[in-house]
């Protein structure tokens, strides 16, 4: 079955760039999305179709996807933005999240 | 607004049943395709069941397949996860979340805040 592998976590100061790798067997091949965590809440979508940001994300979520890899950045990371953050594929008539990765801002 | 509210978690005995129901609103339910998503206490997301708007495509995850049964009644704009056989593997937080796609890629642009099934003795 199909995997993908996210860093358990990522520390960022505030202000700073935090950036979330994805890695998948041919990812870039698919279409990749970002789902955001925070304690005792539901998932929130907040990037699709590899890069784009659905209404009322704030423009400082981007995200790409190429080659084996998709990658979720964070610029100019605020203390509201930590929390656990889960990519995501479709392959072969099954959703994969990826392992979730715990984002912290020091 | 979309609202996805599910309910029928609780406690149940390793081998029991338990039904789950998600009631939609805010959205035309019959034209929309619905999953079950679920995370285990303090570990990731993992996809239950998917169904097409029209019941005519089902989807499980290997990990579930022969004992969950997904369902929908439109008319009521309704989903529900038939849960037989449970496991204590299966306690988890289950969301209710509703699909779409573009191109070949799929995603979950809204969930529920989640019903609780614990299986334990």
């Known amino acids: 079955s199909y995997e993908l592998t996210q860093p358990p976590s990522v520390s960022v100061s505030p202000g700073q760039t935090a950036s979330i790798t994805c890695s998948g067997d041919?990812?870039?091949?698919?279409?990749a999305c970002w789902y955001q965590q925070k304690p005792g809440q539901s998932p929130v979508l907040v990037i699709y179709?590899?890069?784009k940001r659905p209404s009322g994300i704030p423009e400082r979520f981007s995200g790409s996807n190429s080659g084996n890899t998709a990658t979720l950045t964070i610029s100019g990371t605020q203390a509201m933005d930590e929390a656990d953050y889960y990519c995501?594929?479709?392959?072969?008539?099954?959703?994969?999240f990826g392992t979730g990765t715990k984002v912290t801002v020091l | 607004e979309v609202q996805l509210v599910e309910s029928g978690g609780g406690l149940v005995q390793p081998g029991g049943s338990l039904r789950l129901s998600c009631a939609a609103s805010?959205?035309?339910?019959?034209?929309?395709?619905m999953n079950w998503v679920r995370q285990a206490p303090g570990k990731g997301l993992e996809w239950v069941s998917y169904?097409?708007?029209?019941?005519?495509?089902?989807y499980y995850a290997d990990s579930v397949k022969g004992r969950f049964t997904i369902s929908r009644d439109n008319a009521k704009n309704s989903l529900y996860l038939q849960m037989n056989s449970l496991r204590a593997e299966d306690t988890a937080v289950y969301y209710c979340?509703?699909?779409?796609?573009?191109?070949?890629?799929?995603?979950?642009?809204?969930w529920g805040q989640g019903t609780l099934v614990t299986v334990s003795s």
């Open positions: 805010g959205f035309t339910f019959s034209s929309y395709s």
């Open positions: 169904i097409s708007s029209s019941s005519s495509t089902i």
């Open positions: 979340a509703r699909d779409s796609y573009y191109g070949s890629g799929r995603y979950f642009d809204y």
């Open positions: 995501q594929a479709w392959d072969s008539s099954a959703y994969v």
């Open positions: 179709q590899d890069s």
């Open positions: 041919k990812l870039g091949d698919k279409y």
